[in-house]
């Protein structure tokens, strides 16, 4: 097959790729704009090269014919999570949109323990190898140059360790060929465990960690409020004014007091407001 022939054959799957990480993104950062939690920590996509297709197609010994349906992942996007119940958080997102702007056709659930979304896939098994993730195959539509087509994606969804340890078992296949010595195969298992384990302790402490998230958006937010303030009173020449509340906001910069940067925050907006009025 040609070069323009693959060429043009990855087009929908290209689209579809930006697409959805477009897509997944914008949720990310709505909930961010919301002052809420998101589910989702990064979102990352590819398309299979031309080279990895092939070692399928001769691996699996599919018909070149039947590219599209019998390989379900050219198509590929990976969210990533925080926690165990942000996957299964996205899952439900993913599930809400079925029949709408995609369509599941298969779960592949690799996850420790029993479904939590609302898919209800029943209790899930990691690889024998230890690899955990929870999979998704979905048909997606794109509009492209070529027309109206309709492909598949896989969605990986994997909490932070789990991709960790996904990246190093992937690099370490790679380099033995998928032919692991046994103890290196040992000891990978291990290390799947501790995957587990550790999770289970982030999902122990999870209301702590976002509240402590939470805190740190607020005050990173109030102090650009009071920085950009203070930057307009400057332009209004208000340099008095602007000096004064500078040191203000380095005496308070230095108590950490949450609350009263909110209180200086709000005094600057209402100092602001009085001088456009009287201008």
């Not at 704009?33 to 599919?62: A, D, H, Q, W």
């Not at 060929?177 to 999870?206: C, F, W, Y």
């Not at 976002?210 to 102090?223: C, E, G, P, R, Y």
Request: with cysteine; charged share 30%.
């Amino acid at each position: 097959m040609s070069t323009q022939y693959w060429q043009e054959f990855l087009i929908p799957y290209r689209q579809a790729v930006d697409e959805l990480v477009l897509k997944f993104n914008s949720l990310k950062n709505q909930s961010m704009t919301l002052g809420e939690n998101s589910p989702i920590e990064s979102v990352r996509g590819r398309v299979k090269t031309v080279s990895s297709i092939l070692e399928k197609i001769n691996k699996y010994g599919f018909d070149v014919e039947d590219l599209e349906t019998n390989i379900k992942d050219i198509a590929g996007i990976r969210i990533i999570c925080q926690f165990v119940e942000d996957i299964y958080e996205v899952v439900d997102i993913i599930h809400e949109r079925d029949g709408k702007d995609l369509r599941i056709v298969d779960v592949k659930n690799y996850m420790e323990g029993e479904d939590q979304s609302s898919l209800k896939s029943g209790c899930g098994i990691p690889k024998e190898s230890g690899y955990q993730s929870y999979h998704l195959i979905i048909r997606y539509p794109v509009f492209c140059a070529l027309g109206y087509r309709e492909i598949y994606a896989e969605i990986q969804i994997r909490t932070l360790a789990m991709n960790f340890w996904s990246i190093i078992e992937h690099s370490l296949s790679y380099k033995y060929k998928e032919k692991l010595p046994e103890a290196l195969k040992a000891r990978l298992h291990n290390t799947a465990d501790s995957v587990i384990g550790l999770d289970q302790e982030m999902s122990a402490i999870r209301d702590e960690i976002q509240q402590a998230q939470k805190l740190f958006k607020m005050k990173s937010s109030t102090v650009n409020s009071i920085l950009d303030n203070i930057d307009n009173l400057y332009k209004l020449d208000q340099s008095d004014k602007a000096v004064a509340y500078e040191r203000d906001f380095e005496d308070l910069s230095e108590q950490e007091d949450l609350i009263q940067l909110i209180l200086l925050k709000k005094e600057l907006e209402s100092e602001i407001s009085r001088i456009k009025e009287e201008n």
